[in-house]
């Protein structure tokens, strides 16, 4: 299967062969707060929560977490569900929902690894930073839409 790729730092940016598949409407504040948090992050995996007003499609906010792997993770991450607990109640009170997470790959693809993979919950929008010595380099999204079904990457558009 192939996937659409946008790179927030370019943007229209496109591999040859890749085919779009969905679009994620997501505002340019969230993508510069995501781009921060890797670049002040690096070279340790950044962790985050992606959310929107209830009932709308727009990414509009971004909640930088702690990584509960290990404070300073370089493979893998874990949002700490006492943390997620407390930004879905918070969020909720503000008519905001959790739209989906980002994390960072230091010194990696953005690609979806085997582990991303199978925590993915279906539904939800997944966005993965690559940065490399320091600098955000690719941003791009996925989604998981059934739990059988592999993960498809979505484009953005940015408002």
Known sequence: MKYH?????KDGYKEEGEVAMTEVMIKQAAIDMILSQGEKIYPYEGCGV????????TIT?????RNAVADKATEHFLIDP???A???KESIGNEY??????HTHPDQKAVVSAEDGRFMIPGMIYAILSVYDGHP???RFYRKDDPS??????????G
């Not at 929902?97 to 980002?102: H, P, Q, V």
């Not at 079904?149 to 940015?158: F, I, L, N, Q």
């Open 5 to 9: 790729g946008i790179n927030a730092l």
């Open 50 to 57: 992606l959310l929107r007003r209830t009932g709308q499609e």
């Open 61 to 65: 906010e971004v909640i930088a977490c």
């Open 82 to 84: 006492l943390e997620l």
């Open 86 to 88: 407390e930004i879905e």
């Open 97 to 102: 929902e959790i739209a989906g997470f980002y």
């Open 137 to 139: 380099e690719r941003l």
């Open 149 to 158: 079904d592999k993960e498809k990457e979505t484009g953005y558009m940015g």
